[in-house]
């Protein structure tokens, strides 16, 4: 089996059985089967570090954060909380992505959700962008 299948593989029962909640509703499994996939297919590229945006309940990190380096950030200290009692090996930090820099480059940004969807003007948005 091929490394890309193989991770899949790894990742599918996880990812089957995880239902994150944050913000009151549920992640949609759709998004974490359709992350699973890119994950495994980053993984077979050789990419090593992964910045979250908007990372909520840390969910993201419990498919990957075995196979990459993995740093989340979220705006709300609740969530980060929980994410890092739920996912104690992995990296989280408390920031918006107007200000916060986490002063280095990574090889994947991921920014699932409706994170974007609060940056409503340009500036914004290039703000975030100089997140990563």
């Not at 599918?12 to 509703?25: E, I, N, S």
């Not at 104690?88 to 920014?111: I, K, N």
């Amino acid at each position: 089996m091929n490394g890309r299948l193989q991770l899949w593989s790894d990742l599918m029962p996880l990812v089957t059985q995880h239902a994150p909640t944050a913000y009151g509703y549920h992640a949609s499994r759709a998004v974490l089967l359709a992350t699973a996939s890119w994950a495994a297919y980053a993984h077979n590229a050789m990419l090593q570090t992964l910045l979250d945006l908007g990372c909520g309940t840390g969910a993201l990190a419990g498919a990957v954060a075995d196979r990459f380096e993995y740093l989340g950030v979220d705006i709300q200290p609740w969530l980060i909380d929980h994410a890092r009692r739920t996912y104690p090996d992995s990296r989280f930090e408390t920031g918006d992505l107007l200000h916060h820099r986490v002063g280095r480059r990574f090889d994947l940004v991921a920014c699932l959700g409706n994170t974007l969807a609060y940056l409503h003007e340009p500036d914004e948005l290039a703000a975030a962008c100089s997140t990563f």
